[in-house]
Each structure stands twice: as structure tokens, then as C-alpha cells.
């Protein structure tokens, strides 16, 4: 089964729209260093043990990827602590890393780390046929809609208008 080293915008932006439990309907799973997880993921109350209970795996990192932490940390200063102790576990495992922060997105693509965003995820979810195009749909418009998970509204809405255009040539 493969492993996937994520952050914690990911779940907070599947949490906003009430659909925690799409990603853990993917065929992998999920793993976060343990201390992020109790220091990011303490609002809102539940969330933790909700995502603890569906799957999500705490991870303790290796010495290895401790030292690959700092020197991440010092290359990319937009960089939290905790995002970069999640790109150097996708680093140094050679999974892939899924985030909602640009800076480690962007961190990830220089590192040459596989990524994907919320986005990504919602559309692999789709592409796997795990929900249908209704979900899909309702998905993107709620993240739309709650515009405080700073989600690119122009991918959404492409995604949207690419499902309706698609659905009419039914």
C-alpha cells in the first residue's frame, strides 16, 4: 500500500466542506510526523482524533530526515518547521507529499518530491471513480464558497465548467 506524507491545510480545507472522509477513500495511506499533528491539527476540537480514527498515520521521523528538515528550513525560509519535516519525510521516503501551503509546494517541485494540492487529491478521488460527478461538483463549489481555505477559485471553476461541458455530450 502506498504512503503519502501530508501537511495540515489538507485536512483542515476537507474539513471546511464537511468531507473528511474522501481522501482516506483512496487505497493508500496517510502519515504526518506525530508533533505536527498534536501543535497544528488542535482546532477545530475533534478534528484530530476524527482524522486519527479514519486512518491517518503519526509518524516519528528518522535522524535522517531531521538533518534534511534543518537544511529544507534554511533553503526555503517560507517554509515552516513542521511543512518541511513533512517534505523530508515524502523526500526522503520517496512518496508523495500533499499539501495546501504554496511555499511548500513550491519547496516540494525544487526538491523534485511528487505533490499535489487539495485539488489534486479531490480530482484523483474523482478519477478513481471513488464518488461521482455530483460530489465532485458539490465539492468544488463548496470550496469555493468557503474562500477562507484560499483555494485557486479559477481551478475550481475550470473544473466545474469542464464537468458540465462533459456531462452535456453524455
Given at each position: 500500500m502506498e504512503y503519502i506524507s501530508s501537511d495540515a491545510n489538507i485536512w483542515f480545507d476537507f474539513d471546511a466542506i464537511s468531507s473528511l472522509d474522501l481522501p482516506f477513500l483512496l487505497p493508500c495511506k496517510f502519515?504526518?510526523?506525530?508533533?505536527?499533528?498534536?501543535?497544528?491539527?488542535?482546532?477545530?476540537?475533534?478534528?484530530?482524533?476524527e482524522l486519527l480514527n479514519r486512518g491517518l498515520i503519526a509518524v516519528e521521523i528518522t535522524t535522517e530526515e531531521f538533518y534534511l528538515a534543518e537544511a529544507l528550513r534554511i533553503r526555503y525560509r517560507r517554509v515552516s518547521v513542521y511543512d518541511a519535516i513533512a517534505l523530508s519525510i515524502a523526500k526522503n521516503r520517496g512518496i508523495l507529499l500533499i499539501t495546501g501551503d504554496n511555499a511548500l509546494r513550491q519547496a516540494a517541485i525544487k526538491?523534485?518530491?511528487?505533490?499535489?494540492?487539495?485539488?489534486?487529491?479531490?480530482?484523483?478521488?474523482?478519477?478513481?471513480?471513488?464518488?461521482?460527478?455530483?460530489?465532485?461538483?458539490?465539492?468544488?463549489?463548496?470550496?469555493?464558497?468557503?474562500?477562507?481555505?484560499?483555494?485557486?477559485?479559477?481551478?475550481?471553476?475550470k473544473r466545474i465548467r469542464k464537468e458540465g461541458d462533459e456531462h452535456e455530450n453524455d
Amino acid at each position: 500500500m502506498e504512503y503519502i506524507s501530508s501537511d495540515a491545510n489538507i485536512w483542515f480545507d476537507f474539513d471546511a466542506i464537511s468531507s473528511l472522509d474522501l481522501p482516506f477513500l483512496l487505497p493508500c495511506k496517510f502519515i504526518m510526523y506525530r508533533e505536527a499533528l498534536r501543535e497544528e491539527i488542535v482546532y477545530p476540537t475533534g478534528l484530530l482524533s476524527e482524522l486519527l480514527n479514519r486512518g491517518l498515520i503519526a509518524v516519528e521521523i528518522t535522524t535522517e530526515e531531521f538533518y534534511l528538515a534543518e537544511a529544507l528550513r534554511i533553503r526555503y525560509r517560507r517554509v515552516s518547521v513542521y511543512d518541511a519535516i513533512a517534505l523530508s519525510i515524502a523526500k526522503n521516503r520517496g512518496i508523495l507529499l500533499i499539501t495546501g501551503d504554496n511555499a511548500l509546494r513550491q519547496a516540494a517541485i525544487k526538491e523534485c518530491v511528487d505533490v499535489k494540492g487539495t485539488i489534486g487529491l479531490l480530482d484523483s478521488i474523482y478519477e478513481q471513480h471513488l464518488i461521482d460527478r455530483k460530489r465532485y461538483v458539490a465539492c468544488l463549489e463548496q470550496f469555493i464558497k468557503h474562500n477562507e481555505r484560499r483555494l485557486p477559485v479559477d481551478e475550481l471553476e475550470k473544473r466545474i465548467r469542464k464537468e458540465g461541458d462533459e456531462h452535456e455530450n453524455d
